[in-house]
């Protein structure tokens, strides 16, 4: 069974920077996309990045682009998700997901076959 844990989360104040990371262990066959979702209380889970295997095929919500950075580091079997001019919208647990089918739609949280447990990231106005 896959394992996702992340780390990084904490609180910042409008403007702020966080790095979340994702440590991938448990494999057999290594995931094909990595993802990172993001859930605020009362609200859907929604996809905010995801990276291909090769390192492209990255992809981001319009909320995010330009602000935040999905990388990975496949020697480390992690992924990062770097997080600048964070705003207090952006306050929620981020999760990570890895693999789904190669057809599907990144940005849908049933196409992801695994997850973390999240980390909180809270934004301060």
């Known amino acids: 069974q896959v394992q996702l844990v992340e780390s990084g989360g904490g609180s910042v104040q409008a403007g702020g920077s966080l790095r979340l990371s994702c440590t991938v262990s448990?494999?057999?066959?290594?995931?094909?996309?990595m993802g990172w979702f993001r859930q605020a209380p009362g609200k859907e889970r929604e996809g905010v990045a995801q990276?291909?295997?090769?390192?492209?095929?990255?992809y981001y919500s319009d909320s995010v682009k330009g602000r935040f950075t999905i990388s990975q580091d496949n020697a480390k079997n992690t992924v990062f998700l770097q997080m600048n001019t964070l705003r207090p919208e952006n306050t929620a647990m981020y999760y990570c997901?890895?693999?789904?089918?190669?057809?599907?739609?990144?940005?849908?949280?049933?196409?992801?076959?695994?997850w973390g447990q999240g980390t909180q990231v809270t934004v301060s106005s």
């Open positions: 997901a890895a693999a789904r089918p190669w057809s599907s739609i990144w940005s849908t949280p049933a196409a992801w076959r695994y």
């Open positions: 990276i291909g295997p090769d390192g492209g095929s990255t």
């Open positions: 448990r494999y057999t066959y290594r995931p094909n996309y």
